[in-house]
Structures are given as structure tokens and as C-alpha cells.
């Protein structure tokens, strides 16, 4: 787990969609991201709204589909 607990541009994120199994991903940097690898960037909508978060917390974030809410599991 990072030092402070919280997501931070390194971190590997455990997530838990609605009705969907857990999804695991890695917060990098915009130079780094690589979605099929699920490596998103710190600039995107999902990493922007998991970075400073802590496990437990929930964050939402605006898809193409709608709302989607993502509850995270573990941070390492």
C-alpha cells in the first residue's frame, strides 16, 4: 500500500464495478497509458477520480454508457 494509503500516480487499484467482477488497474502516467493493459493515465476521467482515494471510498465517473460506480478494493 502506498505510504499515505491513498491512489498516487505507481498505484495498482483494485476496483469493484456493479454486477461486474473486480478490475485491476494500474495508475500511470499520460506518457505510459496503455488501456488494452489496463494502464490508464493519471489524466484521465477514471484516474483523476481514484487519485487521492483511499480503500473503501467510491468514486463516479461519466462513460459513453452513463454513471459508472467504482468502489475501491486494495491499493498497492
Known amino acids: 500500500m502506498p505510504k499515505n494509503g491513498a491512489v498516487q500516480v505507481g498505484s495498482v487499484v483494485k476496483v469493484k464495478i456493479s454486477g461486474s467482477p473486480v478490475k ?3 495508475i500511470v502516467s ?4 496503455d488501456p488494452s493493459q489496463n494502464k490508464i493515465s493519471d489524466q484521465s476521467p477514471l484516474g483523476q477520480a481514484l487519485l487521492g482515494k483511499r480503500i473503501d471510498d467510491q468514486v463516479e465517473v ?15
Open 24 to 26: 485491476v488497474f494500474s
Open 62 to 76: 461519466d462513460a459513453p454508457v452513463g454513471k459508472i460506480t467504482y468502489k475501491i478494493v486494495s491499493i498497492q
Open 30 to 33: 499520460h506518457l505510459e497509458a
